[in-house]
């Protein structure tokens, strides 16, 4: 079973910058895709960035083009989510997810593994 274990999040003003970070359990870069997701209230959960560990690929969600950044720490097996520029509507509950067999989705339903969550609030 692998755990995710999110932390970083936290209350800021717009244009501020946040770095998130997710311990993985059992790390390896071969055959698996990692991701965030965030989650506003009355919101469906929607993709923010994915990274294929083996090559560094990354995609990002249009609305977070140019501001969010996901890396990878093989040696610390740590994915992070560095978020600069934020907006208001980027508050949300963040999540890291764990894709088994690499990025072939970007849907929620894709992911087989996801950690607690951490707070990010941006406020005007």
């Known amino acids: 079973q692998v755990r995710l274990v999110e932390s970083g999040g936290a209350s800021v003003q717009a244009g501020g910058s946040l770095r998130l970070s997710c311990a993985v359990s059992e790390y390896t870069t071969n055959f698996r895709c990692m991701g965030w997701f965030r989650q506003a209230p009355g919101k469906e959960r929607e993709g923010v960035a994915h990274i294929w560990p083996a090559g560094g690929n990354t995609i990002y969600a249009d609305s977070v083009k140019g501001r969010f950044t996901i890396s990878q720490d093989n040696a610390k097996k740590t994915v992070y989510l560095q978020m600069n520029s934020l907006k208001p509507e980027d508050t949300a509950m963040y999540y890291c997810?764990?894709?088994?067999?690499?990025?072939?989705?970007?849907?929620?339903?894709?992911?087989?593994?996801w950690g607690q969550g951490t707070q990010v609030t941006v406020s005007s």
């Open positions: 997810a764990d894709q088994i067999g690499g990025c072939w989705g970007r849907s929620a339903s894709d992911y087989n593994y």
